[in-house]
């Protein structure tokens, strides 16, 4: 069937954008590999099991510690090839140790987690790539200084989901989020939403109860909070998602709102949080907060966070205003998350 006639694509977008402000260049040609490479990736998860096992585990591992699937190590080839056909200086991935220099005469710095939601692969559900878009820095000593910039500094950031639609999601300049969507008749992306604002209140939250176990206090009291629905203080029903994939998350968030929530805890390695700063925790935060929304570490404005390290952890929530600062106030305010009856029971699920 043919898509809505009149849809702007994706090229003619980005040039449009660096007319009104030539700053913009360098960004928009990276955007533009992005995208392209955002094609081939998604026609290769197409194929799925018919390309071969893309969710089989390699001997090796990236430097969260986790195994590599055999999609991660292909997307990171991809984009990183890609950014050498960009006017790049430097790239960072979640798959490589250290920072690449790529042109030591470009102006902008690119950071990217290449495959998002690698335990989906195999289970035919929504992965992801997502990328961050800094200026490089005068006065910087060295290639990881370009990167060890706060959130707010982001010259362009987003993702690209593939589900059911592959979509790539972002905010480029001073311009809103927009959403391009892939025509795969003629392998190009064209203009499906610009969005926002996201809702300031909302009824679903997305977390991973099975670690309730390791949480501390304030955050099993606001999810226990939200179970009660409108018999708790709440006083509304709640749903629960869970897609084990950041650019699924944020992209149901950013269309209808809720909240996300990926805290730190108690688990060894888990009390800084599991999502990168630099290319998983500030890109999305860039988005929502673009949108109307607020992107946090669970106290923090996530944007305004420098980095120290390039793969430095942290603590993510993020979604419609109003629940994600309250989550703050839980873990910020001792009369919020005093003490309660629990929930959650230590012989069963929930107790009655």
């Keep these: 069937m043919p898509r809505i006639s009149g849809a702007q694509d994706f090229e003619a977008y980005l040039k449009q954008s660096v007319v009104a402000n030539p700053r913009l260049d360098a960004a928009a040609k990276a955007l533009s590999e992005i995208a392209a490479t955002a094609v081939k990736l998604s026609d290769l998860i197409g194929l799925g099991q018919l390309y071969g096992r893309l969710g089989a585990s390699r001997d090796s591992t990236n430097t969260d510690g986790d195994v590599q699937k055999e999609l991660d190590v292909l997307a990171d080839e ?21 920072a690449v220099l790529l042109d030591p005469t470009a102006s902008i710095v690119v950071s990217m987690d290449p495959l998002d939601g690698s335990s989906n692969i195999d289970a035919n559900v929504s992965i992801g790539t997502i990328f961050s878009v800094l200026p490089t820095l005068p006065d910087a000593s060295s290639l990881e200084e370009h990167f060890l910039q706060p959130g707010s500094a982001q010259i362009a950031a987003g993702f690209v989901i593939y589900g059911p639609q592959t979509s790539i999601v972002f905010a480029l300049g001073d311009g809103p989020v927009e959403i391009f969507t ?8 064209f203009h499906a939403v610009t969005v926002g604002p996201i809702p300031k209140e909302s009824s ?10 390791h949480w501390e206090p304030s955050i099993r009291a606001f999810i226990e909070d939200c179970a009660r629905g409108v018999e708790g ?3 509304r029903n709640y749903n629960m998602r869970w897609v084990a994939a950041l650019v699924a998350e944020a992209y149901r968030i950013l269309l209808r709102g809720g909240v996300f929530l990926y805290p730190g805890d108690q688990r060894p390695g888990y ?13 999305i935060a860039f988005l929502i907060e673009r949108a109307g929304g607020v992107a946090t570490d669970g106290v923090n404005p996530l ?26 106030r839980y873990r910020s ?5 005093a003490e309660r009856a629990p929930l959650f029971g230590g012989r069963g699920l929930i107790r009655g």
Excluded: C, W
């Design 333 to 337: 305010d001792p009369k919020v998350s």
């Design 204 to 213: 679903e939250y997305a977390v991973n109860a099975s670690n309730y176990r």
């Design 233 to 235: 203080p709440m006083k």
């Design 78 to 98: 991809m984009f990183v090839e890609a950014m050498r056909r960009a006017p790049v200086y430097g790239v960072v991935s979640e798959e490589l140790s250290e």
């Design 182 to 189: 892939l025509d795969r008749s003629d392998g190009r992306f």
């Design 271 to 283: 009390a800084d949080g599991r999502l990168r700063l630099l290319y998983e925790g500030a890109p």
């Design 303 to 328: 944007l305004d966070i420098v980095p120290s390290a390039i793969h430095q952890r942290t603590p993510l929530v993020f979604g419609s205003a109003d629940p994600t600062r309250l989550v703050a």
